[in-house]
C-alpha cells in the first residue's frame, strides 16, 4: 500500500528556485528522499512549450528514476492544465486513503484541493520557498516545509561526481 505521495509543481519550483538560488541543477530523486522522508510515489508537473528538447531530456530523465511525468500545455505565455491535474491527482490519492501527502508548491490555487485531502484523511504537507508561499496555502496544510531551509549543497545534480 501506497503511504506517501509528493506532488511537485514544476513550474513553480523552476522559477522559484532560480530566483531564489541562482541554481537550476538539482537532484530531484535526492530532494524527493528529503521531501517524503522515505519511499512514496513521486509526481511531477509542469508545462512546456514546443521545442524545448533541453527540458525533455529531463523529464525523460525524471521518468527512468520512477517519477510520474504529467505535462499540461503553455497558452501564450500561460501554463495550463499542470496545476489541475496535479489538484486532481492529489484528491484522487486522498479519496483512495492515502495517509500522506506532500505538495511542493506555493501556489495558493491549490488550497481547494488541499483542503478536499485533508477532509479525506490525508495529512498534507506543503514545501516551498517562503517567500513564493501563498499565505492561505500554508494556512490549510497541515505541516509547512520551508525550503529555504533545505541543506541545496547537498542536493545539487552532480555532487557525487564533483566530490569523489
Known sequence: MVTKALFFDGNNFYHSFREFLRKKHVDMSA????????????????A?????????????????????VRRGRIVGDKEKESDVALAVDLVLWAAKGLPEAVVASGDGDLVPAVKVARKLGTRVKVAAFKPYLSHRLAEEADEVLYLDALPWEELLYGRAEREG
Request: charged fraction near 20%; charge should be positive; proline fraction near 5%.
Open 31 to 46: 530532494l524527493a528522499r528529503v521531501l517524503l522522508g522515505g519511499p512514496g510515489i513521486k509526481y511531477y508537473y509542469t
Open 48 to 68: 512546456l512549450p514546443e521545442g524545448l528538447t533541453v527540458h525533455e531530456g529531463f523529464l525523460k530523465t525524471l521518468e527512468r528514476g520512477g517519477w510520474r
